[in-house]
């Protein structure tokens, strides 16, 4: 029997861990992408560690995914790992990596074009051109899912969180079109909308703390979501009881959004 492989984009921490560690559960073996400092990698492979206690493969690669050349170098030795070993039925994208700048400030450093074509890069066009080039090396399965984690802030607007904002509404924008135009390939294509997440990446955005009350006072459940919550969402998608759903935004957040 061939194995089911979930491939995350940023897989070591937040959202993206917990989904790891979710379909770890489920006997997906897995191939996590990541970036981080080597002073925080023993941390990290502690969680990688407790994962393949499950039973389940894990490849690991540290590197930029939204360097082209490291992508293309990381997709070959897929290729070569998964030859006779099972595709890629599952690609779920949880990059982090954007400017907060404010577009407009006296104290400190404005947003500029770099800034939002770097964030662009990382948080929307790295999920398509990751999605193309799995696909081109005839990696996914035949009846593959893909997940990106977009947020609120894709149609609202908070201060300093602009660049992030417009990669978001890209992420969506791509991820319709992806469902449109792959759906003849077996691709089902989603966003995720989690709810306010205390993650390490939530707690850098500008006024977080002011967020997260909020978020509390508005939440009709009157609880913060929380990365298994998002993660659990994930493995419901992956399921043959979910091959209908594509091209949405599946909103995750106990009903913080309805006011």
Same mark, same amino acid.
């Given at each position: 029997? !061939?194995?089911?492989?979930?491939?995350?984009?940023?897989?070591?921490?937040?959202?993206?861990?917990?989904? $790891?560690?979710?379909?770890? =559960?489920?006997?997906?073996?897995?191939?996590?992408?990541?970036? *981080?400092?080597?002073?925080?990698?023993?941390?990290?492979?502690?969680? @990688?560690?407790?994962?393949?206690?499950?039973?389940?493969?894990?490849?690991? #690669?540290?590197?930029?995914?939204?360097?082209? /050349?490291? =992508?293309?170098?990381?997709?070959?030795?897929?290729?070569?790992?998964?030859?006779?070993?099972?595709?890629?039925?599952?690609?779920?994208?949880?990059?982090?990596?954007?400017?907060?700048?404010?577009?407009?400030?006296?104290?400190?450093? &404005?947003? +500029?074009?770099? /800034?939002?074509?770097?964030?662009?890069?990382?948080?929307?066009?790295? #999920?398509? /051109?990751?999605?193309?080039?799995?696909?081109?090396? +005839?990696? @996914?399965?035949? *009846?593959?899912?893909?997940?990106? #984690?977009?947020?609120?802030?894709?149609? =609202?607007?908070?201060?300093?969180?602009? $660049?992030?904002?417009?990669?978001?509404?890209?992420?969506?924008?791509?991820?319709?079109?992806?469902?449109?135009?792959?759906?003849?390939?077996?691709?089902? $294509?989603?966003?995720?909308?989690?709810?306010? &997440?205390?993650?390490?990446? @939530?707690?850098?955005?500008?006024?977080? !703390?002011?967020?997260?009350?909020?978020?509390?006072?508005? +939440?009709?459940?009157?609880?913060?979501?929380?990365?298994? *919550?998002?993660? +659990?969402?994930?493995?419901?998608?992956?399921? *043959?009881?979910?091959?209908?759903?594509?091209?949405?935004?599946?909103?995750?957040?106990?009903?913080?959004?309805? =006011?």
């Amino acid at each position: 029997m !061939k194995k089911q492989w979930a491939l995350i984009l940023g897989g070591s921490s937040g959202l993206g861990l917990a989904t $790891a560690k979710k379909m770890a =559960r489920h006997g997906y073996h897995l191939i996590i992408i990541h970036r *981080d400092r080597r002073s925080d990698l023993e941390e990290i492979n502690t969680h @990688f560690k407790e994962i393949t206690l499950t039973g389940v493969q894990l490849l690991s #690669f540290n590197i930029d995914a939204a360097n082209s /050349d490291k =992508r293309k170098q990381t997709i070959e030795e897929i290729k070569t790992t998964l030859t006779n070993s099972g595709k890629i039925k599952m690609m779920v994208h949880s990059i982090a990596k954007g400017s907060l700048k404010p577009m407009v400030s006296n104290e400190e450093t &404005t947003l +500029n074009h770099q /800034d939002i074509e770097i964030t662009l890069n990382a948080m929307a066009l790295s #999920f398509y /051109d990751w999605v193309k080039e799995i696909y081109e090396q +005839n990696l @996914f399965d035949e *009846d593959a899912r893909v997940v990106a #984690f977009t947020s609120e802030g894709s149609s =609202r607007a908070w201060e300093g969180y602009a $660049a992030v904002s417009a990669a978001k509404a890209t992420l969506e924008a791509l991820t319709r079109s992806i469902a449109l135009e792959y759906a003849s390939k077996g691709i089902k $294509a989603n966003c995720i909308q989690a709810g306010t &997440t205390d993650t390490k990446a @939530f707690q850098i955005i500008p006024n977080s !703390k002011d967020l997260k009350k909020k978020a509390l006072e508005r +939440n009709p459940n009157k609880r913060l979501t929380t990365p298994e *919550d998002v993660a +659990n969402t994930v493995y419901l998608l992956s399921t *043959d009881e979910a091959k209908w759903i594509t091209g949405t935004v599946i909103k995750v957040d106990g009903g913080e959004s309805l =006011r």
